[in-house]
């Protein structure tokens, strides 16, 4: 922490949330909330994209997987993202919301669960707190 200013300078505030989601609807939904934010939004329309991705070095700090996606599930592309990186935060967003489909999205390697239709107080909340150490989620200052 710098005292003078009272800044953290070990705070990291530029990242990227890759967001796999093949319904548009879902996809504009989550970017217009993140729209809020000092983030980069990456989009993938389905888990091999998803994986082609991560496979690539990038600023990636979470990911937010849509479960039923074509191509690839993301239950698929969650085991191979997390062989790449195991530290990877990746929370499932489903209409899927079962308390079996729960357990089974912890049990595949998700970090995280948010049932649709997604809340935004939720989703904010579930970011923060999976975000690794030293990452903010930063709003935006509107200007003037």
């Given at each position: 922490?710098?005292?003078e200013?009272?800044?953290?300078?070990?705070?990291?505030?530029?990242?990227?949330?890759?967001?796999?989601?093949?319904e548009?609807?879902?996809?504009?939904f989550?970017?217009e909330?993140?729209?809020?934010?000092e983030?980069?939004?990456i989009?993938?329309?389905?888990?091999?994209?998803?994986?082609?991705?991560?496979?690539?070095?990038?600023?990636?700090?979470?990911i937010?997987?849509?479960i039923?996606?074509?191509?690839m599930?993301?239950?698929?592309?969650?085991?191979?993202?997390?062989?790449?990186?195991p530290?990877m935060?990746?929370?499932a967003?489903?209409?899927?919301?079962?308390?079996?489909?729960?357990?089974?999205?912890?049990?595949e390697g998700?970090n995280?669960?948010?049932?649709k239709?997604?809340?935004?107080?939720?989703?904010?909340?579930t970011?923060i707190?999976?975000?690794?150490?030293?990452y903010?989620?930063?709003?935006?200052?509107l200007?003037?």
């Open positions: 922490m710098n005292s200013s009272g800044i953290n300078t070990n705070q990291k505030e530029k990242f990227s949330i890759l967001i796999a989601e093949d548009e609807y879902n996809y504009l989550l970017a909330v993140l729209n809020g934010y983030v980069t939004r989009r993938a329309i389905n888990g091999k994209e998803a994986v082609e991705i991560c496979s690539n070095p990038n600023d990636i700090k979470i937010l997987m849509d039923r996606m074509p191509v599930d993301g239950y698929e592309a969650t085991k191979l993202i997390k062989k790449m990186h530290e935060p990746i929370i967003q489903t209409a899927y919301a079962m308390e079996s489909d729960r357990k089974r999205a912890f049990n998700f995280d669960y948010l049932p239709p997604i809340r935004r107080k939720e989703l904010i909340r970011i707190k999976h975000l690794p150490k030293g903010l989620l930063k709003e935006k200052v200007k003037e």
